[in-house]
Nanobody, 122 residues
Framework: EVQLVESGGGLVQAGGSLRLSCAASGFTFDDYAIGWMRQAPGKEREGVSCSSSDGSTYYGDSVKGRFTISRDRAKSTVYLQMNSLKPEDTAVYYC????????????????WGQGTQVTVSS
């Protein structure tokens, strides 16, 4: 059974940082692209960032230069370091996995987790 378990969300002031974690199990970690989507109240879900095992990465325009994605193969875990957070980053963040980054970027991955809330206060 595929599982993607997110952690690390919370409440932070604007300008602060958070690191999200996604622990993956139930599939071969190196065979999958893993990343993050987010959905804010009243808005469509958007692809935030993703990473493949060959080192390729993607960042949405709104987070470029502020967020960094990384993979720990030994722990089958993907991290999203979020710096310089803004109130508009407030959303539920979902970990996502698929065999290609494209479906994560398009918000239609094969697998996704339950989500973790990130709230950035002004």
């Amino acid at each position: 059974e595929v599982q993607l378990v997110e952690s690390g969300g919370g409440l932070v002031q604007a300008g602060g940082s958070l690191r999200l974690s996604c622990a993956a199990s139930g599939f071969t970690f190196d065979d999958y692209a893993i990343g993050w989507m987010r959905q804010a109240p009243g808005k469509e879900r958007e692809g935030v960032s993703c990473s493949s095992s060959d080192g390729s990465t993607y960042y949405g325009d709104s987070v470029k230069g502020r967020f960094t994605i990384s993979r720990d193969r030994a722990k089958s875990t993907v991290y999203l370091q979020m710096n310089s957070l803004k109130p508009e980053d407030t959303a539920v963040y979902y970990c996502a996995a698929d065999t290609t980054m494209w479906t994560i970027r398009q918000n239609s991955p094969r697998y996704w987790g339950q989500g973790t809330q990130v709230t950035v206060s002004s």
